[in-house]
């Protein structure tokens, strides 16, 4: 947007001058904050070039038909999430907000998860050959990220209280971050960027390593590690979050040390037991059928099973190529739309 054009514009009809100095003072801020400019909700769903009527239906139906909520395996093999997926019309204008907005503005360079050209590895890499490792959890943490949180990141950016209010209700489901929206976990990243500087001040004066991934904290170096959860407490309770205590764990050199699944001792590896398992997990596919397998297991009823298999060899082949790829080998070598027994 051409600031000059539009002062230009807004002079040539007689806009009162005082208004004319406010709007462009606006449009200033936000431009310098390197964020699209949103003068109101009507701007905005033009920006998103949808007409009134569909915009009326996203914006103002109950948000609980806009979601279904759908239970996933974790990529650690361990349990369930659940997780709030919005409707593929939704989906459409946070991508959008995603996109245009949010990744305009820069996260924390310790923020690991959900961040462009980073992964669990990157995370992990950062803690190799400690001797202590500190593993602290987030309880809670995108539902601990409110709307009124959301709102005042918007705010933050320089948009104007109506607008701010419109972009939080698209990027929040009952009152808080929904765990699925695409927009999600950039937010998240944006609201922690003061918890992850106080943070790495705390580990740089300790000279100890630091990164997060998502609601995972890691710290790691020596023995001044122990005498920092207090601190870690302390700090993420000033910021808004609670810490896990039944999750948070101090590991030795001695023992297996790992960073979000990884080993990381001497070097970045799989844990033995996760491609074992999963090795086991298609031999018996391969010989008992698909759907038997399941049956046998108590997971006929499960969804995204083929996902979750293909999301444990695709965590593998990050850490270990050969690894990795073997198991694709013989994921892909299965009829998956086969439910009898390969002889």
């Not at 569909?54 to 239970?71: G, I, P, S």
């Not at 803690?127 to 987030?138: P, S």
């Not at 419109?166 to 999600?184: E, H, I, K, M, R």
């Amino acid at each position: 947007m051409d600031l000059e054009v539009l002062q230009s514009k807004m002079i040539e009809q007689n806009i009162a001058l005082e208004d004319i100095e406010s709007t462009i003072s606006y449009a200033r801020t936000l431009k310098e904050n390197g964020v699209p400019v949103i003068f109101d909700i009507q701007h905005l769903r033009r920006l998103l070039k949808i007409t009134k009527s569909d915009f009326k239906r996203l914006y103002y139906t109950k948000k609980k038909n806009q979601y279904k909520t759908v239970e996933i395996p974790k990529n650690n093999g361990k349990g369930t999430r659940l997780l709030s997926i919005p409707s593929i019309d939704l989906k459409y204008i946070q991508r959008w907000i995603l996109d245009n907005i949010l990744y305009k503005v820069d996260i924390s360079t310790y923020a690991v998860g959900f961040a462009k050209g980073k992964s669990v590895v990157v995370n992990a890499s950062y803690h190799i050959k400690q001797e202590y490792v500190l593993k602290m959890d987030i309880k809670d943490f995108f539902p601990s990220i409110t709307a009124n949180r959301v709102f005042g990141l918007f705010k933050s950016l320089g948009y104007s209280s109506s607008v701010a209010i419109a972009l939080t209700n698209l990027c929040t489901f009952d009152n808080s971050l929904p765990q699925g929206a695409p927009t999600s976990p950039y937010i998240s990243n944006l609201i922690c960027r003061n918890l992850d500087y106080r943070l790495k001040n705390l580990c740089q004066k300790r000279n100890l390593k630091f990164s997060r991934y998502a609601d995972d904290i890691t710290i790691s170096g020596g023995r001044k590690v122990k005498k920092s959860i207090p601190f870690v407490e302390k700090i993420l309770e000033e910021e808004g979050f609670v810490v896990n205590e039944h999750k948070t764990k101090i590991i030795f050199k001695s023992k297996r040390q790992q960073v979000t699944g990884i080993v990381v001792n001497e070097k970045l590896s799989v844990p033995k037991y996760i491609y074992k398992n999963l090795r086991q997990e298609i031999y018996y596919i391969r010989k008992f059928g698909l759907e038997s397998h399941l049956t046998r297991k108590g997971l006929e009823n499960k969804s995204h099973i083929r996902e979750h298999y293909y999301g444990l060899a695709n965590y593998i082949l990050m850490v270990d190529r050969v690894k990795g790829e073997r198991i694709l080998s013989e994921l892909n070598e299965i009829n998956w739309n086969k439910l009898t027994p390969i002889k």
